[in-house]
């Protein structure tokens, strides 16, 4: 069996000058291979603490049972503050609780009925334009990042992505993608206030560009909510949904910081996922012809989504595999103990779905693709204990199962529709905002 790719760790011992260099090349590789079995690890510079945590519950401790006591790392914002601002993404304690309260709503269950509509006309509208390569190499990524884009201004503002502002939104954020990483070095290494961040021109001028234009949109809504004229969509839900503790809803600067998160977590993890999924299946025909056969009878049908069995495994197991966001980053607010360490507050608690997903000691055959192992013991208490694409507790995506909604339809949608083969050398996983090819990736599609 050809396992997936998967980057080639570095050495165990590497001086801290090597290790800052590898890790602003790419954080995966930039990992030794012992992170792989290791249930915690150390990492020690005379400047600060850093812990990665895969002992599930030890995780559960952090995400779950005591989330106040480990909120974000405030060393995240770093690489992210110019784009995502004060979003939910960022925050911590009673702003981000009231953020969640005013969010939430939004994405309950039955929201996710109301969108599906705009998620379908997504697929279809992919499907089109794939149909346009018919027979033909395209790069996937492009794709998929074009697709998710278009289910988000679709849900998120009731216009397609051939709108003239989602246009140009989508075209800054390609831009933005692989300027700046999810985590940047100074998510590890503390830097004073004072010290510059050294943001690429570029990422500076895409994130300003990227919020002009969410800030048109979003000022366009609210004059609409104001005249009653608004779409029903999850804008309108946003921007109307009152704090039940305070009564107070977002204002026009809030909304734009919220929906760069959206955008950013709805869009960019989702192609990361959708490109990995499509590549997976096309290096593995007999789960590809699965899907084409489970996908035959699709319609537009918010109940068959729950009949997408198969797609739906495949896509967790791109997930696992590939989990859009590699690392997160807590930071300990009072003295700690974990598996006999004394662990300082303010040391970082380094949280990596990357790790934990292909843990040898946690899951049989880690490396491997295999979406049967959802249906088996191991499987099944992974899930509980060791898969987080979408973090855990109470800071789980609150956009989780809007995701397991979109992701499984439109790779559905795309099998049915095309025979895909993966075209030239396997694609190298790198970590930019997500899990992406370092080159690209590239599959052959023949209409079915």
């Known amino acids: 069996m050809t396992l997936p790719p998967k980057p080639a760790a570095r050495p165990d011992n590497v001086s801290l000058r090597q290790y800052v260099r590898l890790f602003r090349k790419d954080i995966l590789s930039a990992q030794p291979a012992r992170l792989y079995r290791a249930w915690m690890a150390e990492f020690r510079t005379p400047f600060f603490r850093s812990y990665l945590l895969n002992q599930p519950d030890l995780l559960k401790t952090v995400l779950k049972d005591r989330p106040d006591d480990f909120p974000k790392s405030s060393r995240i914002s770093e690489g992210l503050r110019p784009l995502l601002g004060n979003s939910v993404f960022l925050t911590n304690g009673e702003t981000w609780k009231r953020q969640r309260r005013i969010i939430d709503p939004a994405f309950e269950g039955g929201r996710l009925r109301d969108t599906f509509a705009a998620m379908w006309a997504a697929s279809e509208a992919a499907v089109r334009r794939l149909q346009a390569h018919e027979g033909r190499v395209v790069e996937i990524e492009e794709e998929t990042s074009h697709a998710a884009a278009d289910v988000i201004f679709r849900t998120l503002f009731s216009i397609p992505i051939e709108h003239d502002i989602a246009s140009q939104v989508f075209d800054q954020f390609r831009a ?63 921007m109307t949904t009152r704090d039940p503790q305070t009564g107070d809803r977002f204002d ?7 929906v760069a998160i959206f955008f950013l977590a709805g869009h960019e993890t989702s192609a990361s996922a959708l490109a990995w999924a499509l590549y997976l299946v096309a290096a593995n025909p007999d789960w590809q012809e699965k899907i084409a056969s489970e996908a035959a009878d699709l319609q537009e049908d918010f ?5 997408l069995k198969i797609s739906r495994d495949v896509f967790r197991e791109a ?83 809007f995701a397991m909604v979109e992701g499984p339809l439109i790779l559905s949608m795309i099998v049915k529709h095309f025979r895909i083969t993966p075209q030239g050398p396997p694609p190298v996983p790198v970590a930019y905002l997500t899990v992406r090819s370092r080159d690209g990736i590239r599959l052959r599609l023949e209409r079915r």
């Open 176 to 238: 933005y993608q692989r300027s700046q990483p999810i985590l940047n070095l100074a998510a590890f290494v503390p830097l004073p206030r004072w010290f510059p961040r050294f943001f690429r021109r570029e990422t500076k001028a895409t994130a300003a560009a990227i919020r002009g234009l969410i800030r048109q949109l979003t000022e366009e809504r609210m004059a609409a909510i104001r005249a009653g004229t608004a779409p029903d969509d999850l804008a309108t839900k946003i």
């Open 252 to 258: 026009s600067a809030e909304m734009v910081d919220q």
């Open 303 to 307: 109940g068959a989504v729950s009949r």
């Open 319 to 401: 997930l696992r595999l590939y989990p859009p966001v590699p690392m997160m980053v807590r930071q300990s607010t009072c003295p700690e103990r974990f598996r006999d360490r004394d662990i300082a507050p303010g040391a970082q608690m380094v949280l990596s779905p990357w790790h934990l997903h292909r843990h040898e000691r946690l899951w049989e055959n880690p490396d491997a693709f295999d979406p049967a192992r959802w249906g088996t013991e191991n499987g099944k208490q992974c899930a509980r204990e060791a898969y987080m694409p979408f973090s855990a507790g109470p800071r789980v995506c609150t956009g989780a199962g």
